[in-house]
């Protein structure tokens, strides 16, 4: 790999390439006040904030970047030019829209805890990093692993889709500042003319989403090191202060969280030792995701040296109580009351009502308002949406839209008030609550039906296992793939071409056919037990089945990062859900004709659809959930009728949607689990049912989990260095099927039998031998064929190596 500073700036080019037309949702043809350039403007910059916004760019430039650069076919210098674009296009179009206080460094090539980790030298030791300013070899190493070491956690951020690269942290770490990439931007939009609010991951959070390093007693105390990185902070602050910044945006996000005392003495603490680093500086403090709870309210408004507090007003509506009871003299309030999660139009009206209410509590000139969090879990511009139908685009609003919306808002507040465009926004409000299409009687009916009853299989899971295992006759430690082969450049070639109907139906079935049948074959050869047809007809595990369901839009570059360069493209849920036909029957009976090994029938789960999905946000969102997992219910049962005896209903997205505040996690858990088993409730007691999640912190749920009652769980386990495997060694009891993942996927890495081998050793210790299912830790969907191969070759040699030793000790 080309070796570079990953925070080097390459010369600024003015290019046309990500030019960005603002347009307001209620705009078709947006009028001439909502269109910018990036020419200078008149507007007065008046109270307004952005927390951050999206890296990837409006068509996805910084994904093809990186992925280039990955592949050895562009250099450093190509890759940080796409990057600097796209930092002076974001910049310019805040400017240019009216926003005072515009975000720096919230631009990344990866994600930014790990810039936060690069910031600070904590590089753990396998990546032979010996000092100096981290590159993008060191850099990219951490987040995707190598040809020798593996990449470091990733799991995901609060309760979001968008991944972080875990900190492995410990006493012996020697944090040092290496890397300047957030005085570097800060100085390229200084260039620009433009002063920016430069963003950091505040230090106590740092090391709250931190994890001990390997051989690290896990009871370290990852506290402890705050006055070890207190002083890189302190470096970082000076050199933003001699470079000019006036303001500095502290992200401490796991203050919404039930922290406790030792936990919220930490910030106390932290921002006492910076306050005369900070001196001269407007320091902000940004939380986000949800209610902040009342006591880390208090210590947070009693920060010394700080301006002023950012809220989630959307997500956090218990918090405005808390304001209400007593705020700060003389601080600001960054008032976040425009969504930074969701697509939907803000009601100006609403809040400008909230934001008047507020001035009155904290003052006129003090509140500034802002988004709810980052935009970074947004679209990035409903402009590029040229296909989107009319009515449903006039209610909504993506990144760039937000942006207009915040400054639109900040001008009213000021007395500055643009009546057409709060007009029109009024309009599409109540053109979206009158529409019919959003509304489906008989669904509702339906879904209400549901919650008086448990719906769960007759029969207990260990009396099913064995009547599958007579039906299907399986072997001990039997292998199994997570769903999807690689996506090759031919196969969305072809489904591209058939989407623009440049291909006729027929082609596009035989071309897909043999798809399926290339994957069948390479998994007989390999000698998979179970098997896959590879996904080859699916864009995406959520939108594929949102296309055949009522109730769901769609967007064409409505792309949103979920790690790295992976980005997804979340249906819209605007209205009542059903299924109209089946989705899958067809693609899985065909692939069920080509062996005589099981086939599974491949769903996703109530659950994940809905949280990996733009949600319509005009009732609970348990209702809507409801709703899916009965459409999926008749999917189950025509796949059973079909002849499909393994059917696998992904819930990869259960714990991401877990709500963030423990008082408020049981409701969820409980309308989330009740979705999943409404989905197979009726199948009888030899078809096996599978569910599969991936990349997140399941231990604290593992009863729920239990509770879904499937009857194989795939699970990913690897990457997160066998975590899962605590929670058996502690006593609980595991009863079904179960797979912990035993290599991670998302790295090129090719694990060899030997090391896989161990792995599987690994959960034979604390699982029974019966239950134990081998597979990788989730989909191949990212790989290649010249990994996935050798991999898969290596994970059914281990798992014959552990079977030939189990019947030798008998």
Not at 450 to 479: E, M, W, Y
Request: hydrophobic share 40%.
């Amino acid at each position: 790999m080309p070796k570079a500073s990953f925070h080097t700036i390459a010369p600024l080019r003015f290019t046309s390439s990500f030019s960005i037309s603002i347009a307001f949702a209620p705009y078709t043809n947006p009028p001439s006040f909502l269109r910018f350039s990036f020419r200078t403007t008149t507007l007065r910059a008046m109270a307004s904030h952005i927390v951050g916004y999206p890296r990837m760019g409006p068509k996805r430039e910084l994904k093809f970047a990186l992925e280039s650069f990955w592949d050895g076919k562009s250099s450093s210098d190509d890759l940080q030019k796409v990057a600097a674009d796209l930092r002076v296009s974001i910049w310019k179009q805040m400017a240019d829209a009216g926003i005072k206080y515009i975000p720096s460094n919230t631009f990344s090539y990866y994600d930014q805890v790990l810039d936060t980790t690069a910031m600070l030298g904590a590089v753990p030791s396998r990546y032979g990093w010996n000092g100096g300013e981290i590159g993008f070899d060191v850099y990219f190493s951490m987040a995707r692993g190598n040809a020798t070491v593996p990449a470091m956690e990733m799991t995901k951020w609060f309760d979001t889709n968008y991944h972080y690269i875990v900190p492995e942290l410990g006493p012996d770490v020697k944090f040092s500042y290496a890397s300047h990439k957030a005085v570097q931007e800060f100085k390229e939009a200084k260039a620009l003319g433009l002063d920016t609010v430069p963003v950091l991951v505040g230090p106590v959070s740092y090391l709250l989403l931190s994890k001990p390093a390997k051989g690290v007693e896990k009871s370290f105390s990852l506290l402890s090191l705050i006055g070890n990185i207190l002083p890189v902070y302190k470096e970082v602050v000076a050199e933003l202060k001699a470079a000019g910044a006036t303001w500095i945006q502290f992200d401490e996000p796991t203050l919404v969280k039930d922290l406790d005392s030792h936990q919220l003495q930490a910030f106390t603490h932290a921002y006492s030792e910076l306050e005369s680093s900070l001196s001269g500086l407007n320091v902000i403090i940004e939380s986000y995701f949800a209610d902040v709870p009342a006591e880390a309210y208090k210590t947070l408004t009693s920060l010394k040296g700080v301006a002023g507090y950012g809220f989630d007003l959307v997500r956090g509506t218990k918090t405005l109580d808390l304001i209400k009871s007593g705020f700060p003299s003389g601080k600001y309030l960054f008032a976040g009351v425009v969504d930074g999660r969701n697509i939907w139009a803000n009601d100006l009206a609403s809040s400008i009502s909230t934001l008047e209410a507020l001035e009155g509590i904290v003052g006129k000139d003090k509140v500034v308002v802002s988004t709810s969090c980052s935009l970074l879990h947004t679209a990035v511009d409903l402009v590029n949406e040229t296909k989107l139908d009319a009515e449903i685009k006039s209610w909504l609003a993506f990144a760039a839209q937000k942006v207009v919306e915040v400054n639109a808002l900040a001008k009213a507040l000021s007395g500055h008030k643009n009546e057409a465009f709060f007009a029109a926004n009024a309009a599409a409000q109540a053109s979206r609550k009158s529409s019919p299409r959003v509304t489906n009687e008989h669904v509702q009916k339906s879904a209400a039906a549901l919650k008086g009853s448990d719906h769960r299989r007759a029969t207990n899971v260990s009396v099913r296992l064995d009547a599958q295992q007579k039906k299907l006759s399986l072997p001990v430690l039997p292998t199994t793939t997570i769903g999807s082969f690689p996506q090759t450049m031919d196969l969305r070639r072809v489904r591209r071409e058939y989407k623009a109907k440049k291909i006729s139906e027929e082609n596009y079935v035989s071309a897909i056919k043999e798809e399926i049948n290339k994957v069948v074959k390479l998994q007989e050869e390999l000698d998979i037990d179970v098997l896959v047809h590879g996904e080859p007809e699916r864009n995406d595990m959520v939108e594929y089945f949102g296309e055949q369901l009522s109730g769901f839009a769609f967007t064409v570059n409505g792309w949103v990062q979920s790690y790295g360069s992976r980005c997804v493209k979340p249906p819209i849920i605007y209205g009542d859900v059903s299924r109209p036909k089946a989705m899958t029957v067809f693609w899985s009976s065909l692939a069920q004709s080509l062996t005589k090994r099981p086939m599974k029938g491949m769903l996703t789960g109530p659950v994940t659809i809905l949280n990996w999905s733009f949600v319509r946000n005009d009732q609970p969102r348990s209702e809507t959930c409801y709703q899916i997992a009965l459409a999926i219910k008749d999917e189950v049962e025509d796949l059973e009728k079909a002849g499909i005896t393994v059917i696998q209903i992904d819930e990869a997205a259960l714990r991401e949607g877990l709500p963030l505040r423990k008082s408020e996690q049981a409701f969820y858990l409980d309308w989330a689990v009740h979705s999943f088993r409404i989905t197979n409730c009726g199948v009888q007691d030899t078809t096996q049912i599978h569910t599969h999640m991936c990349y997140s912190n399941f231990n604290d749920i593992i009863h729920s989990i239990i509770n879904m009652d499937a009857d194989v769980i795939t699970i990913e386990n690897s990457r997160s260095d066998e975590k899962l495997l605590s929670v058996f060694r502690e006593g609980v009891k595991y009863g079904a099927g179960i797979g912990p993942g035993v290599y991670d996927i998302h790295s090129p890495r090719i694990p060899s039998a030997e090391e896989i081998a161990d792995r599987i050793n690994k959960m034979l210790a604390v699982l029974e031998t019966n239950i134990l299912w081998v597979n990788p830790d989730c989909g191949l969907k990212t790989r290649k064929y010249t990994e996935v191969k050798p991999a898969l070759s290596n994970m059914v040699a281990a798992a014959k190596l552990l079977r030939s030793q189990l019947a030798s000790a008998k």
